[in-house]
Every structure is written in C-alpha cells, then in structure tokens.
C-alpha cells in the first residue's frame, strides 16, 4: 500500500502532535493562572479589585492599593502576596492576547504572531522536540519572510538549517544557510539604524542647542542612514532614516524641510502597504502637525488633521499626542472655539479616562487655560455657557496647586501662571502680585535658569506691570524680556519643560489688552 503526498503530509502532522502531546504530558501544569473574564467578573476577587484599580487610574502607587484592598501598609503579607500572584496571572494572560484585533495592522498582528510562536519553537526544543518545532519554525518563516521580519528570519533559518542537517537534506540546509547570509546583513544594518536613531535621540530633548561636535556627528548618521536605505529593503531602516531626518531638521528648526521629511515617509508607506504600521504613519502626521504649530500654519495644520481623523482609528497613545500638537496649533492661531472642540473630541472617548497619569493631568490644564481664553476674548456668549458648564473642574487649579514631583514642576509653573492670569483678569491686582512673586521665587529655587529662560523672561514682564501698579501707560523696562523672548523663540519637541499652551509674547498681548 502507497501513501500520496498528502497523506504523508497528514501522517508527518499526526506525528508531531504526538510528540507535542507527550511533551504537554511530561509538563503540563495542573492549573493555568489566568486573568480570564470569569475571574474578573468575580464579585469578591481581589483579583479583580486590583485589575480595575489599576486600570482606572484608582491606585497610583503600593500605599494607594494596600489601603484599599486591605486596609494595610505596602508590606502586609497579604497584599504583597496578591501583588506576586496578580503579577504571575498578569504576565500568563499576555500569551493569549487577541493579535487579531479589528484595529491591528496585519504587519504588526503578523509580527507579534511570530514572535508568540518563536516561543513555542524555543519550549519545544527545550524539550527535544526538534521536528514540531522546525515544523513550527517553517510556518513563522513563510510569514516572516513575507513581512521581511529579518530577526524572525534569522532565528527560524538556524533551526530549520539545523534540521535540513539532521535529515541530510543538503537542498534545503543551502536554502537556509542563504537566507541567514542575506537576512543577516539586513538585520546588523537594521541594528545598527536603530542605534544611530537612540543616539539622536538622547540629544533630541535636551533644551540646549546641540554642540558643533554632535551636528558633525548627525550630518554623518544621516548620510549614513541613507546609504543603508538603499541598500537594504528594510521597512526598519526606512523608519530610522526618515524619523533621524525630521528629528534633526526638527533641532535646527528648519520646518519647511521637516514637512518634506514627512511627505517622503509617508509616500514611503503608501509605496509600501505591506509594511503599514498605524502608529508609525501617525507619527509622521504628528511631526507633521508639530511643524505646522511652528511655522503657524493652521490652514495647512487643519487639512491634514482631518485626513489623518479620517484615516486613523482614535484613542492610542499615539493619536493623542497628534490631538495635543492638533490643539496647541489651534491655540497658537487664535482659532480657541476650534481648539475647544478638539479638546471635546478628544476629551469624548472613553480611552480619555484611561490615559496615564502625566498626560491626563497635561490634558486637564488644557482645558483650564481654555476657559481662561473664553473668559478673556470676545467669543460668543452661548458658546461661553456651554463650556462653563464642561469645566467644572477649574476650581482645582484656582486654589492650592496639586503637589508634584520635581520630574513634573513645570505643571506646577503653568498653574501659577493661570492664576495669576485669572487674577489679573478679574482685577484682583493684590493677590495677582503676590502669585507674581512666587513665581519668581519659585522659578529661582526650582528651575534651571537656562532651561526655563522663556518663562523667566515672561515673570520679568509681570514683575514690570505689578511695578507700573498695572497700568499699561505707565510701563517701562520691557524691551529686554520681549527682546529674549525674539531671540530665543518657541520650541516643543514633546517634553514637558518647553510647553507654553499659549505663547508668551501672546499672553502678553493678552493681558495688556485686558487691562485697558
């Protein structure tokens, strides 16, 4: 009796389920661990009480979650035990995380399917199962291989060169071995693009203007970023080089050359749809939004906002940082009834309550100065009733600013300001000069003079109309502030310290213009 081809194919996969079923039996755990619905569901589980602390932004720290769930300090035994075992649960349930998700590109799914199944392939050669584990391995290197996921490729050709070794297949061994050559190469360059990107990236931040050695150096990673681009399809380097290209334009503030950055990355992912990533393409219509809030543009700004809402589905990470940069640009145009309904529309998902605990707090200051502008500029009335009425939570930063940690002081910065401009708004002229000087002390104390010189130069500004008893006919001594604020113009890169939700010179205007 002769067997066809697909019944050999049937026979050799009935065999590797036997041999994964005697594995399973040697080591099979007598119970999964899991964070599964009924668990949650569970009406006194801790487990459960724990999961939605966290998630809802209830316990922010170990004293936080020990209080609530037992009424004890962070070392009770039986809180340090459900904190081990929650975690052990937690770290279980990753493995069966949906990869198939309606909003999950098929590049990122695929990415995260293979390298799920690499694990199995590293259990079941723990465990000498050589043959399902190359069975396995084949079938990620057909998907990697289309995705051109060389680490993929590169782990999986060295098992399956291994096993064309075991069976004599000196064919198969060389069609392996030729793909550990080429994706080799791939991957060191693709290693080597992600390097030279953390190594702008560490300058990125920083507040000071890069030093002429460091330039040398970016000019050096650039060119030899697209060296590799050309030489290598990689989806990675691609990635590297254009995002290395727009931060370093970014630095220079060369915005007109940012936005053709922007444009040659994202004709890169249109010429390429199987490497889509979302969040990649949204990053580069954030950086995009960032460049148009520079150079002031929100005709340009809007335009590609709305394609990028049209295209993306909202409430990632991602999407919110592009709304921020979509609202300051709006703010810093003077179109406030439209930034008021990006904050509503960003504000409107449920993903907005779930947001960790320095955006949301950067999020909920926002929407004070907000109320700030709609108090002090001519805007419709009813449009100024419906939003007095969404933001009940002002009072919050009228009064004592929340404590923060020293990481996050300039929230601690723009909350005296806000009172300090509600005051001024409101006439309180006592009050105003009092929250004045503790501005300056604060700043003194606090801040690094040079790092924060466009805020300092604004508090020189008001200490100068506190001098003037408030009266813009009588001030003097406010050319050298306005004159530093010129030379050393507004730049937001993403971190905290350079934020200005309204533009100084603006708020200057504004005041003044309030006051008469």
């Not at 002090?376 to 009228?398: A, E």
């Not at 509600?422 to 604060?442: D, Y």
Request: charged share 30%; hydrophobic share 40%; aromatic share 12%.
């Amino acid at each position: 009796m002769y067997l066809c081809g697909k019944e050999l194919q049937n026979l050799a996969a009935l065999k590797n389920l036997i041999e994964i079923v005697k594995i399973a039996s040697r080591r099979k755990a007598s119970r999964i661990e899991l964070l599964d619905d009924t668990t949650l569901r569970a009406k006194n589980s801790k487990f459960r009480e724990m999961y939605e602390g966290i998630e809802n932004g209830q316990f922010k720290n170990d004293r936080d979650a020990a209080a609530q769930l037992y009424g004890a300090d962070p070392g009770d035994a039986r809180y340090r035990q459900l904190k081990s075992r929650f975690r052990r649960r937690l770290l279980n349930t990753l493995f069966f995380i949906d990869a198939k998700k309606p909003d999950a590109a098929d590049y990122t799914s695929a990415y995260f399917t293979c390298n799920k199944e690499w694990t199995l392939v590293n259990i079941l050669l723990q465990n000498k199962g050589l043959v399902p584990a190359a069975d396995l391995a084949n079938q990620i290197l057909t998907t990697a291989l289309k995705y051109q996921f060389s680490d993929v490729i590169v782990n999986c050709s060295r098992i399956l060169r291994e096993y064309a070794a075991f069976n004599s297949d000196e064919k198969a061994f060389e069609q392996y071995g030729a793909y550990l050559r080429d994706y080799s190469k791939i991957l060191a360059a693709e290693i080597r693009s992600e390097e030279l990107y953390q190594r702008v990236q560490m300058h990125h931040y920083r507040p000071t203007a890069p030093s002429d050695d460091f330039e040398t150096r970016l000019d050096a990673y650039c060119n030899e970023l697209i060296q590799s681009s050309e030489s290598h399809h990689s989806p990675v380097v691609n990635y590297h080089m254009y995002i290395v290209w727009i931060m370093r334009y970014e630095m220079a503030g060369a915005y007109g050359a940012m936005l053709e950055v922007c444009t040659q990355a994202e004709h890169y992912i249109e010429q390429h749809p199987l490497f889509y990533q979302e969040e990649k393409r949204i990053l580069f219509y954030t950086k995009r939004m960032s460049a148009y809030l520079h150079l002031k543009d929100y005709k340009r700004g809007r335009e590609s906002a709305e394609k990028c809402l049209r295209d993306f589905s909202e409430g990632s990470e991602v999407w919110f940082l592009f709304m921020e940069y979509y609202l300051l640009l709006a703010i810093h145009t003077e179109n406030y009834i439209q930034a008021q309904a990006i904050f509503n529309q960003a504000a409107d998902t449920s993903e907005f309550r779930k947001l960790d605990g320095i955006t949301r707090e950067k999020w909920a200051i926002y929407e004070a100065y907000l109320q700030y502008l709609i108090e002090s500029q001519d805007i419709d009335p009813n449009f100024v009733m419906k939003q007095r009425r969404k933001s009940s939570r002002l009072s919050r930063f009228l009064g004592t600013p929340p404590a923060y940690p020293r990481e996050q002081k300039m929230f601690h910065l723009l909350i005296i300001i806000l009172q300090t401009l509600f005051l001024l708004q409101r006439r309180n002229f006592q009050l105003a000069t009092e929250k004045i000087e503790q501005m300056k002390s604060f700043i003194s104390r606090n801040l690094n003079k040079e790092e924060f010189e466009r805020p300092l130069q604004f508090v020189r500004l008001l200490q100068r109309l506190s001098k003037a008893r408030y009266r813009a006919n009588e001030l003097s001594g406010t050319e050298k502030p306005l004159k530093s604020l010129a030379e050393r113009p507004f730049s937001y890169r993403g971190a905290l310290n350079e934020l200005e939700i309204i533009p100084y010179e603006k708020l200057w205007e504004i005041v003044l213009a309030n006051l008469k």
